[in-house]
């Protein structure tokens, strides 16, 4: 027992005696006996092996699963049917509405100085090229910034190269800064006269694979097409350019706007035995991108975390609170999932106790940061306690909760991050290579481990995280 | 000095007194001077970056260079000029003549009960499928021998799913057993009625990437289409087949047979100052796959023995003999380019002093195996005394030579065998990742200081390594 749950003995032993009324919303505690309950499940989630089955089963009987493609549909009979198997006591859907985009054909080649094909991919929601291809000069940039500051002209009539290389880091912080380049490179480059856009590739690997992700047009811009080129790609084009002859590219983009698709939010709720209508959130997004099987984004998410409900279900009771898994739709192209469950839950926000979602591949949880009021941080506490054994240590009171959380924690809901070690993670990031060989099973089990002691906790705490913790805060 | 260099001290001393037609034919050996000039150029060469500076022009500037392609003959272009451009003294080319093969489109799907698609690449020298594909159920077979054991028409009406997992070694060996799923596995399943085969790829990563390579058909039997399945998608088909249900693949090939076509075998001679008739070989083969930019396969060996000539000839005085680096034509597609000097040159054998092919990738050498006469083995020790400082030890004299040298060494001159490290090879060999950031400039710079030692002790020596190494001795 360590020094921070031994000031809270006497706390803990009240709650033990049965009388937690009194206490409710003052001051937080968790009971002696909850703490036992959820080092339990935490080490019986060790022994699981369950989120790998559950990831092995969405990537082999569903797979890719874009939103608006039939892999979207398929994924959502998928989730529920699965956390009917799995025996959750609710299992619904809820709306989720986004426009669609296709991918078509999308090839690249050096025309000259020195023909060679190229390998890229297009963004999400490109615009194609003509249907025999664009061709045209390349001009270079170091960086989105770079291209900005360039003169107006700067890429007249010509294909905008961004060569900017994304760093490795353990929190994904190189993540930020690299993919403006892909997220408004399109528009910038248009401002300065481009045709066309190719990106490195916004990863850390080094494989013959572009990756896609999301990119915006600005309004009243005209659209370019926009792709990401590998990383050997950029390398060879880089090589090419510095002989100092003009580089021609052909570039061939299929790429067009779909019809509106009305996708699902899928949910299974482990239901509460004494506030039933207070719930606690953890889940991930179930759509993926098109180009692997999303194995690790988002497929570990909802493995871990629905593994992680469904070991709480198998205990002799339930707990006090609910437990929703969300299995987001839409969260690739904008989040779609989470800002429809925001908006449909908006007016009754004081019934989600807290949230966290994993997105952020299958490594191991090496720390936890919480969005908690200060009173209950001795419970968030407790919570890193048990999580230690895990390997994982507390960060800070800032945590963001997770992308699909976003419009839930800027309507002021307490999250939790889990954060996982992101190392590798942007190396399979939106490519072919995004497969359920990525995983480890052990990892998977680990973060199971450490979403079910939060989730378990979090259900059966006295008191609340607390909430209203909006921007302004 | 060790002690087997002692030991030729009376043979160093003569040598040295100039006084060297005595002992040619009968006791080879190497004087001291030479040995001093080979570790300088050893020490050199570790300086140079000069492979990789040719391996980036042959990548960038070339790149893909199958057989028959205009790759194939921008290479031998290349390789003129890249030779002329070294100062080499003579360069020319030799014609290699061999039936060509197209790649064409290559795709797969899973059609049923889990449809997704399959990650593929046609095999060389596969027919195609009817041009709106080819769909069946899949039967699968854990390797070829599995599948030649299997009773009649095991595969009747089917596509042939061979599952077999190439090892990774050091020294490669894991290729040998793994790759006859590949060469012969069409014909196989041929003769048990299959319409089709999906290979495992014959590799050793776990990327979503197929690896090509060329496969046989067997005179007689029919031809079916033969492609090779990445790591992860036939990870995925045997999760499928696992739960029982018949899963049905399409597959459509457009690969066929092409035009006869002359390629060349690319030469650059130093011409040596005595006996210039006499010629120690190094090379490597021009030809790649189509599928990456061939950096690892084999523009690093063009790059190692060109840079290793490159050298000598920066000497003030020319070797005694001469040094030919080879550039051979059409390695992949059956071993045309050695073939071709073979028989060429099969007429004056005695001219050869010896030979070495690098084509295993980029990676450091860890070991010297030769083939040469007894009597030359105190030569060859003085070679791996030299390569010690560069973590090579001297193997046995079982040397292979490298696969354009296979001709030769039947017709049985000797060969020396730099075996590179071999672990992440096949991981990369034949996949579109084989470009040019998978090579490590100093492990090239490593291999170049080998061969420079070895040609240049070869060149200089006096007497020769022997002859007439056929199977049957």
Same mark, same amino acid.
């Given at each position: ?342 908006? @449909?839950?908006?007016?009754? +926000?004081?019934? !989600?106790?807290?949230?966290? #979602?994993? /997105? *952020? %591949? ?86 199971? @481990?450490?979403?079910?002691? +939060?989730?378990? !906790?979090?259900?059966?705490? #006295?008191? /609340? *995280? %607390? ?7």
């Amino acid at each position: 027992m360590t020094l921070k749950s031994l000031l809270l003995g006497v706390v803990s032993v009240i709650a033990l005696s049965g009388n937690y009324s009194a206490l409710a919303d003052d001051v937080p505690s968790i009971s002696e006996d909850a703490l036992k309950v959820a080092a339990e499940l935490r080490d019986e989630a060790l022994k699981s092996s369950k989120g790998y089955d559950i990831v092995e089963s969405l990537t082999t009987e569903v797979g890719p699963r874009m939103a608006g493609t039939p892999g979207d549909a398929a994924a959502v009979k998928w989730g529920v049917a699965k956390l009917e198997e799995l025996g959750f006591d609710k299992v619904w859907t809820e709306p989720v509405t986004f426009p669609t985009w296709k991918r078509g054909i999308e090839t690249a080649e050096v025309v000259a100085p020195y023909p060679q094909p190229l390998v890229i991919t297009a963004l999400g929601f490109s615009v194609g090229t003509p249907e025999d291809g664009l061709t045209a000069e390349l001009v270079e940039f170091d960086d989105l910034a770079a291209l900005e500051a360039s003169e107006e002209d700067s890429a007249k009539g010509k294909i905008v190269f961004i060569k900017n290389r994304m760093k490795r880091a353990k929190d994904g912080s190189g993540y930020g800064p690299a993919v403006s380049a892909r997220t408004r490179g399109a528009s910038e480059a248009a401002k300065k006269g481009a045709v066309g856009i190719l990106i490195r590739s916004i990863g850390t690997d080094s494989d013959r694979m572009a990756h896609t992700g999301v990119m915006n047009y600005e309004e009243g811009i005209k659209k370019i097409p926009a792709a990401a080129l590998s990383a050997p790609d950029a390398d060879l084009l880089e090589n090419m350019l510095r002989r100092g002859k003009p580089v021609i590219v052909k570039m061939t983009i299929g790429a067009k706007q779909g019809k509106e698709y009305t996708s699902h939010n899928v949910i299974g709720e482990i239901t509460g035995s004494e506030k039933p209508e207070e719930y606690v959130i953890i889940g991930g997004h179930l759509d993926s991108w098109d180009l692997g099987t999303g194995a690790i984004d988002d497929g570990a998410g909802i493995a871990i975390t629905t593994a992680a409900a469904e070991l709480i279900g198998r205990l002799p009771e339930r707990p006090k609170r609910s437990i929703r898994v969300i299995m987001f739709a839409n969260e690739e192209q904008g989040l779609l999932g989470g800002k429809a469950y925001a908006k @449909a839950h908006k007016d009754k +926000l004081d019934n !989600i106790i807290t949230a966290a #979602e994993s /997105d *952020f %591949g299958a490594d191991r949880i090496w720390r936890i940061d919480s969005k908690v009021k200060k009173e209950a941080l001795p419970v968030v506490m407790e919570i890193a306690n048990l999580l230690k054994p895990l390997g994982i240590e507390y960060g800070n009171n800032k945590a963001g909760g997770g992308p699909d959380l976003i419009p839930l924690r800027q309507l002021g809901i307490s999250v939790f991050s889990l954060r996982q070690d992101g190392m590798d993670y942007f190396d399979y990031h939106h490519t072919p290579n995004d497969t359920l060989d990525k995983i480890d099973p052990e990892a998977l089990d680990q973060n199971t @481990a450490a979403y079910v002691v +939060l989730a378990y !906790i979090a259900a059966q705490m #006295e008191g /609340d *995280f %607390g909430g209203g913790f909006t921007k302004e805060q």
